[in-house]
């Protein structure tokens, strides 16, 4: 059974920092992305950033880039999401999900995921 489970969200003041961590499980994780999306009351879900497992190419949303980093431990399975200078319109509800074998202009778009976790509320007070 494949579970992607979230943690590290929480409320931060904004210029604040937070790492995310995401921990999948039943998963080969080597032809796997794993991606990080967010979602804001009343509006749709949002990439944020992505890595390849194999070879840790990165990818990032133009609202998040030089701010959060994603990056993997392959030793411990693990993704992470630091997030620094955070800003009260990055509050949202993160998601860590599973993609396998998408191309890299495609690892934008939710509906190419195959798993999800339960997601982590990240909160940014002005």
């Known amino acids: 059974q494949v579970q992607l489970v979230e943690s590290g969200g929480g409320l931060v003041q904004a210029g604040g920092s937070l790492r995310l961590s995401c921990a999948p499980s039943?998963?080969?994780?080597?032809?796997?992305?794993m991606g990080w999306f967010r979602q804001a009351p009343g509006k749709e879900r949002e990439f944020v950033a992505a890595?390849?497992?194999?070879?840790?190419?990165?990818y990032y949303a133009d609202s998040v880039k030089g701010r959060f980093t994603i990056s993997r431990d392959n030793a411990k399975n693990m993704v992470y999401l630091q997030m620094n200078s955070l800003k009260p319109e990055d509050t949202a509800v993160y998601y860590c999900a599973a993609d396998f074998g998408s191309l890299n202009y495609e690892l934008g778009y939710a509906a190419r995921y195959d798993y999800w976790g339960q997601g982590t509320q990240v909160t940014v007070s002005s």
């Open positions: 039943g998963l080969t994780l080597g032809g796997y992305a």
């Open positions: 890595i390849k497992w194999s070879g840790g190419n990165t």
